[in-house]
């Protein structure tokens, strides 16, 4: 649960799927984090977590190639025609956010894992697609204790960005709590390839963003 | 490259194979942590490695499960004939330790993980299998850049403790900067499952373990 809407969603869902919810927040030493910090611990309040882990990740930073991390790159004014990689790909992300998720779901028996990963065509990562998901779970049954059964869940990986507003405000999500722009001073800049997301989806719902913009 | 003889014979593998090497050490606040430190030096400036990442996982202890890293459970003493899942299991520890190796060898361009994972029956944990390696192997396929083609190898898997030992001799590995034991405490205790896997490789192989055990 980073503190972002699709997160928040996840544990909505979650929440009407009848499930008690741990939640996982991970630190990469992002530009974001202060913000998306006190983001998490709000929404954490607002789903009545029974468990929570801060994990600290920031060896991403060290291992760098990203924007978001590495403080010699730039981040890039959104440019959602662009079909490459955006510059604020942290390599392998996902793997090592659900690594970390299985480690603790083994630990505590949760059986299910929900993560927010979505694969609009504009984001570009290859950890957010199906694909590597459906991979992945794979390596969870294989690679935990034969009486672990661990499924993880994308309930929003084909959703555009106005279908999670839309869907998000059917289940009660807090938005005004949520934080996606990559840099971390409020207001939100709304050039960011998040930002310019996040707004470009509640234009397409036909609902205004609760948060504030520069 | 922990500081035991498994990854120090994959790194001699992969010397052999034609690479430089780029050497990743976790550290994961278990019990052996100084001692694996200590070995993971000696062993990178013996084998000439250009690049080195250390990365503090110690959030595996707050997540617990496992003997190796929460203090509350004690290093159970050899039960090699248990064929159930050890109480040094770390939940999923194989997969962290791939997905972190994989963000670092894409962001440095490394076209090859090798990883000193075996399956020795005696062993028991269901991250060492050949089948967990097998489908991390397509999560990272399918969770990379296009352009990313990064191989795992496994080149011991299949290997018994005494063909470790034969074969590292073979490629000059220098065993006696290696450490093993569950314990941190020099010299070795020669009780947990770790020490008697070694020793007993070792008597296998009909050579002398050049460590000293109490």
Not at 19 to 34: D, G
Not at 53 to 79: H, P
Not at 185 to 195: K, L, R, T, V
């Amino acid at each position: 649960m980073s503190g972002g809407m699709d997160s928040a969603l996840c544990a909505a869902i979650a929440k009407r799927d009848g499930y008690r919810i741990a939640a996982l927040h991970l630190s990469y030493a992002q530009r974001t984090e202060s913000k998306e910090r006190e983001c998490f611990e709000k929404l954490a309040d607002h789903f009545g977590v029974v468990k929570k882990l801060i994990v600290d990740i920031d060896y991403l930073s060290k291992i760098g190639g990203s924007s978001l991390t590495d403080n010699n790159i730039e981040v890039a004014r959104a440019d959602l025609q662009n079909s490459g990689i955006p510059s604020s790909y942290v390599p392998f992300r996902n793997a090592n956010m659900l690594a970390i998720a299985t480690s603790w779901a083994e630990a505590i028996g949760a059986p299910a894992i929900y993560i927010g990963a979505i694969q609009e065509d504009s984001s570009g990562y290859p950890d957010t697609r199906k694909v590597f998901i459906d991979a992945f779970q794979l390596a969870v049954t294989a690679g935990t204790k034969p009486e672990t059964n661990i499924i993880i869940y994308t309930p929003i990986i084909d959703l555009a960005k106005s279908e999670i507003v839309t869907m998000g405000l059917g289940l009660g999500v807090p938005f005004g709590l949520t934080w996606s722009c990559y840099k971390s001073c409020e207001p939100a800049c709304g050039q960011c390839d998040s930002c310019m997301l996040r707004l470009r989806g509640f234009a397409a719902a036909g609902i205004e963003d609760p948060i504030r913009y520069r």
